[in-house]
């Protein structure tokens, strides 16, 4: 029994995903922990995260946190011509990759205020 259409687009979906995550993790952790930070070193590491990236076909997304992910990992690519300074570079991803992180807490944690309240006409 074949797989069905669907279940193939899904796995390629979820795989897409995995890869930009992955992609996304390795070049922060880079970013933060290498201290002599040159443009050699990060367009080596950007070569070498876009070969797993690129061994993966790229699929449709559509919740908005995965297409913000997309959009930062296509900015981090195209950084990689960049002629500006590597401390800008290292900043402003740094900056958009914290405002994805705080996008994906605010719909996680969120305070039940008056809590009794919300249950007052109940009753």
Known sequence: MAASAKVINNSNRLR??????RFHKGMIS?????????????????????????????????????????????KMIAYKESEEDIDNIKEEILYASNQLDKSKNARRYKKDKHTNSKYEDWE
């Open 16 to 21: 897409y995903i995995r890869a930009l995550e």
């Open 30 to 74: 880079f970013l933060m922990n290498t201290e002599e930070l040159t443009h050699k070193s990060f367009d080596k590491k950007i070569d070498n995260s876009l070969k797993l990236l690129n061994r993966t076909e790229e699929a449709d997304l559509y919740k908005g946190e995965l297409k913000d992910l997309q959009t930062l990992v296509k």
